[in-house]
């Protein structure tokens, strides 16, 4: 049955289905990230982003306020108040003690051992009345279980963007990415081409070199470069990172975009040679419209690099505050804001938020470059 035309090989259904398995894993914690980011901290806490959409059921601890606020109503003191504050909310039962969240019904009256009587209604609404003035400074502890409806909210992006610095380490973090995607584009290009097409005594020598620098660890240059940034005048600057990541990325974009341009035909090259088209020109005019998908391909990789870097960031530019990438933020936010859930899933989609549009942007491209020379 596979030899028969128009049927699919099994190995070609098991390609498929394991494509879906790695796009599903990728897709859904993802969603459920942006799902969380418009949450707040109880509805995080209280149940999974795949119940956003539902009522989701809570314990609510409410303090009520002070005994210098209670009113003297027809002989008794009283004080009230919303356990939701005037939100929205259901009570199903409640309780004077942590132990004991949901230990009474609501709406009836619950005696404690001060002396003072404690009512909350299914709407939040709660009464504490006492016959005697009440004492200490401290209001009442009340404890409930509540079912709240679904809930969203941008109080979250504004907080992280504004207050909690990621916004600055966002134009920071772009401020690196961009120049560092470019310059190695445009320094790549030249030399990709020469190495294509030039002939020049040494060429297969430099490019053996190009692809035996793909394997080397550039933590081993980290070091020796920064020394010589610190010598020249440009450490702990963009420029210095600029350069930083040029030089980590041109193997890989030499590699790939003369393995592309080598497979152009040789016949359009040979034409314009003819017609008395100089190097430049018919690298301008023919070599660089025809190795876009490439050019475009390495511009997805060197951009996701640069933008999720932290250790080539750390290290030639700094981790004071004006110069904090998100990477780096976002690693101090995990240190200071460990509990506050609903802030790291913010930051953490505005961090992966632009690769993710700069991928889905130019994905045809990535594909056409990395099969660039493959076939003939």
């Known amino acids: 049955m596979e030899g028969i035309v128009g049927t699919k090989s099994r190995l070609v259904w098991a ?9 599903l894993l990728w897709t859904f914690p ?62 199903t039962a409640f309780g004077t003690s942590i132990r004991e969240p949901g230990a009474h019904i609501v709406g009836t009256d619950v005696v404690t051992d001060d002396g003072e009587v404690v009512t909350v209604a299914g709407s939040g609404d709660f009464r504490i009345s006492s016959t005697a003035p009440m004492e200490g400074t401290r209001g009442m502890r009340i404890f409930a279980t509540s079912v709240t409806p679904a809930k969203f909210t941008f109080e979250n992006y504004g907080r992280v963007m504004g207050a909690e610095g990621i916004g600055r380490a966002f134009l920071n973090t772009m401020t ?14 030249f030399a990709a081409y020469a190495l294509a097409w030039m002939e020049f005594p040494g060429r297969a020598l430099i490019v053996a070199l190009v692809v035996g620098l793909l394997v080397v660890p550039l933590q081993l240059a980290l070091i020796p470069l920064l020394k010589m940034h610190n010598e020249i005048g440009i450490g702990k600057s963009y420029i210095g990172i600029w ?3 040029t030089g980590f990325g041109l193997p890989l974009a030499i590699y790939l975009l003369r393995n592309y ?28 419209p025809l ?9 997805i990789f060197q951009f996701l690099w640069t933008w999720n ?22 690693k101090n936010l995990m240190g200071s804001r460990g509990g506050d859930w609903e802030i790291l899933a913010t930051s953490a989609f505005v961090t992966i938020a632009v690769p993710l549009v700069v991928f889905f942007a130019m994905q045809t491209y990535l594909v056409r470059g990395l099969l660039a020379g493959s076939v003939k």
């Open 15 to 23: 390609v498929n289905l394991c494509a879906l398995v790695l796009v």
């Open 30 to 91: 993802t969603f459920g990230l942006l799902v969380s980011s418009f949450r707040d901290r109880d509805q995080i806490s209280a149940s999974g982003w795949w119940k956003a959409m539902f009522p989701a059921e809570a314990s609510v601890q409410y303090r009520a306020a002070g005994p210098d606020t209670a009113k003297l109503i027809d002989g008794l003191y009283v004080i009230e108040g919303n356990i939701f504050d005037g939100g929205p909310g259901e009570v």
């Open 176 to 189: 690196v990415s961009i120049p560092a995607t470019v310059i190695p584009i445009l320094v790549a290009a």
């Open 243 to 245: 350069l930083a990541h």
């Open 261 to 288: 341009m080598i497979g152009l035909p040789r016949e359009i090259i040979e034409s314009a040679r003819v017609d008395g088209a100089t190097d430049f020109q018919i690298f301008l005019k023919i070599i660089l």
């Open 291 to 299: 190795s876009f998908p490439a050019l475009a391909s390495f511009a």
């Open 309 to 330: 870097d932290l250790l080539v960031a750390i290290v030639f530019l700094g981790n004071s505050e004006d110069q904090l990438v998100m990477t780096g933020q976002l």
